[in-house]
T-cell receptor
Framework: DTGVSQDPRHKITKRGQNVTFRCDPI?????LYWYRQTLGQGPEFLTY????????KSRLLSDRFSAERPKGSFSTLEIQRTEQGDSAMYLC?????????????FGPGTRLTVL | AQSVAQPEDQVNVAEGNPLTVKCTYS??????LFWYVQYPNRGLQFLLK??????LVKGSYGFEAEFNKSQTSFHLKKPSALVSDSALYFC????????????FGTGTSLTVIP
């Protein structure tokens, strides 16, 4: 299966620690998205990459959050000085560049728990 | 402001009966509308999309959705529900003028009763 993969699937950390998540998109997909999903809510857009360029960032993405996609393939999302409010499911999705409105393919998510 | 509303947190339907999951949206410019399904412990899966053209779009697993511009709605439908359709359903919209941000509803939990 060559779907979107995310690692780790679960992360428990203490408040104030830094965490990093990885997303491997479908290989031919140029576009990559990060979302955050809390219980009872739909995914909330965080940021978007086209190849290695980070083209959009949500206002939700505070300065403690940083995302990279250095070679236009996998991406990392780092949260510095985690807070309990950061506890959520972090979702990655990818889509093809060709075809402006192609649907996104989602990974299984990384569930973050901040104690 | 861009937004999606799914007015029903929970929908229950008997197996074999038709089902409808409601979605309304607000977006600047033409809307691009999507439905996703989420099964427990699995990622969101694409069901169908409306970009342009025929207002009735057909998607995976026998689902279809009808775009209604005047009512700004994009309701998900299926003529005959299966127990295996029980899942969490999300409507999403991207506006023609809203960059690459997708806006998701809060989800509707569908339970199909045998």
């Amino acid at each position: 299966d060559t779907g979107v993969s995310q690692d780790p699937r679960h992360k428990i950390t203490k408040r104030g620690q830094n965490v990093t998540f990885r997303c491997d998109p479908i290989s031919e997909h140029n576009r990559l998205y990060w979302y955050r999903q809390t219980l009872g809510q739909g995914p909330e857009f965080l940021t978007y990459f086209q190849n290695e360029a980070q083209l959009e960032k949500s206002r939700l993405l505070s300065d403690r959050f940083s995302a990279e996609r250095p070679k236009g393939s996998f991406s990392t999302l780092e949260i510095q000085r985690t807070e309990q409010g950061d506890s959520a499911m972090y979702l990655c999705a990818s889509s093809q560049l060709a075809g402006e409105w192609n649907e996104q393919f989602f990974g299984p998510g990384t569930r973050l728990t901040v104690l | 402001a861009q937004s999606v509303a799914q007015p029903e947190d929970q929908v229950n339907v008997a197996e074999g009966n038709p089902l409808t999951v409601k979605c309304t949206y607000s977006v600047s410019g033409n809307p691009y509308l999507f439905w996703y399904v989420q099964y427990p412990n699995r990622g969101l899966q694409f069901l169908l999309k409306y970009i342009t053209g025929d207002n009735l779009v057909k998607g995976s697993y026998g689902f279809e959705a009808e775009f209604n511009k005047s009512q700004t709605s994009f309701h998900l439908k299926k003529p005959s529900a299966l127990v295996s359709d029980s899942a969490l359903y999300f409507c999403a919209v991207r506006g023609q003028n809203t960059g690459n941000q997708f806006y998701f509803g809060t989800g509707t939990s569908l339970t199909v009763i045998p």
